[in-house]
Nanobody, 113 residues
Framework: QVQLVESGGGLVQPGGSLRLSCAASVSIAGNAMVWYRQAPGKQRELVAFISSIGSTNYADSVKHRFTISRDNARNMAYLQMNSLKPEDTAVYYC????????WGQGTQVTVSS
């Protein structure tokens, strides 16, 4: 069983930045880590992906604004979010693809003036 705990969400003005963290209860070294988000009334969507060897991929809507990273020694994944827009408002979830996959509980990000 893998437990994932996200943190770092909050209220930020448009153009601001936040850094989300995802702490895993087990080693993440051999697994991909993914950030998803779900806005009210919308389906959950993939935001950023990082493979076990560090390859990354991003949704078009966040390219050049968001950066995903990982620290295998600390069993952590991160999502640096810059130039935030109101449309980035959502609950952000961390996902680990170990076994059948595990989800965190989510952290709320609200971008508003």
């Amino acid at each position: 069983q893998v437990q994932l705990v996200e943190s770092g969400g909050g209220l930020v003005q448009p153009g601001g930045s936040l850094r989300l963290s995802c702490a895993a209860s087990v080693s993440i070294a051999g697994n991909a880590m993914v950030w998803y988000r779900q806005a009210p009334g919308k389906q959950r969507e993939l935001v950023a992906f990082i493979s076990s060897i560090g390859s990354t991929n991003y949704a078009d809507s966040v390219k050049h604004r968001f950066t995903i990273s990982r620290d295998n020694a600390r069993n952590m994944a991160y999502l640096q979010m810059n130039s935030l827009k109101p449309e980035d408002t959502a609950v952000y979830y961390c996902y680990n693809d170990r076994g059948l996959g595990f989800w965190g509980q989510g952290t709320q990000v609200t971008v508003s003036s």
